[in-house]
C-alpha cells in the first residue's frame, strides 16, 4: 500500500523558516514525481515544488523561488520542502503526493494519484 505522511509544520513568525518532511512507504523509491502543494482557507489547491527522479525540480509558483527548496533522501525515501524568509501568505495545509504512473512534474496535480493527509503551517506577521 503506497503510503505518503507530511510533517513539521506548525506555527512560525513572519521570516522564519521550517522544514517540512514527506515520508513515503510501499513502492520503489527510482521513478517517482513528488510534488508539494498547499492549499489556504477559501482558495483552490496551489502547486509549490515538485521532484522527479527524472526531469529534476519543477518551481509551480514564482512567489515561493528564492525562499523554499525540495530535495530527496532515497535511502530514508523521504522529500523534503525547506521553506525560509516565510510569509504570512504562505499560511495553508501543506500536502505531498506522488505520481508513479509517469514521473513526472508536469504542470499541474491531475496525476498524481497518491496523497498524503497533509500538515498545517501558519505564518504569523
Known amino acids: 500500500e503506497v503510503q505518503l505522511v507530511e510533517s513539521g509544520g506548525g506555527m512560525v513568525e513572519a521570516g522564519g523558516s521550517l522544514r517540512l518532511s514527506c515520508a513515503t512507504s510501499?513502492?520503489?523509491?527510482?521513478?517517482?514525481?513528488i510534488g508539494w502543494f498547499r492549499q489556504a482557507p477559501g482558495k483552490e489547491r496551489e502547486g509549490v515544488l515538485c521532484?522527479?527522479?527524472?526531469?529534476?525540480?519543477?518551481y509551480y509558483t514564482d512567489s515561493v523561488k528564492g525562499r523554499f527548496t525540495i530535495s530527496s533522501d532515497n535511502a530514508k525515501k523521504t522529500v523534503y520542502l525547506q521553506m525560509n524568509s516565510l510569509k504570512s501568505e504562505d499560511t495553508a495545509v501543506y500536502s505531498c503526493?506522488?505520481?508513479?504512473?509517469?514521473?513526472?512534474?508536469?504542470?499541474?496535480?491531475?496525476?498524481?494519484?497518491?496523497w498524503g493527509r497533509g500538515t498545517q503551517v501558519t505564518v504569523s506577521s
Open positions: 503526493a506522488a505520481d508513479l504512473v509517469l514521473p513526472y512534474c508536469g504542470t499541474s496535480d491531475a496525476n498524481f494519484g497518491y
Open positions: 510501499g513502492f520503489r523509491f527510482d521513478d517517482y514525481a
Open positions: 521532484i522527479s527522479s527524472l526531469d529534476g525540480v519543477t
